[in-house]
Nanobody
């Protein structure tokens, strides 16, 4: 599966942003999709993930109140809605997919296909 993440940009503290992850080349509904992010100088971390059907969703504890993941399989797209953005949300956001989840949907090891990343910058 090929993935393309887009929707990043420069926003101010408190703004909202929706990232999209568009997939091609496969039966998308059989793939779980995860969002991860990497801030400057830090390791990549889990943000959110969703099962192929969309029936189960997982969000990192630190973002549960502000980030929502969803998908539209008719459009082969997964979304990450982010509200009340903070400067510490500044990072490159990556989407990833796989159809064989073994580690609980929160580990990078679960996902073999990765998009190129989209930069989100939140100014204070």
């Amino acid at each position: 599966v090929q993935l393309q993440a887009f929707g990043g940009g420069l926003v101010q503290t408190g703004d909202s942003l929706r990232l999209s992850c568009a997939a091609s080349g496969t039966t998308f509904s059989t793939y779980a999709v995860g969002w991860f992010r990497q801030a400057p100088g830090k390791e990549r971390e889990f943000v959110a993930s969703i099962t192929g059907s969309g029936g189960s969703k997982y969000v990192a504890d630190s973002q549960k109140d502000r980030f929502t993941i969803s998908r539209d399989n008719s459009k082969n797209t997964v979304y990450l809605q982010m509200v009340s953005l903070k400067p510490e949300d500044t990072a490159v956001y990556y989407c990833a997919a796989d159809n064989n989840i073994r580690f609980g949907y929160r580990s990078e090891r679960d996902f073999s296909s990765w998009g190129q990343g989209t930069l989100v910058t939140v100014s204070s």
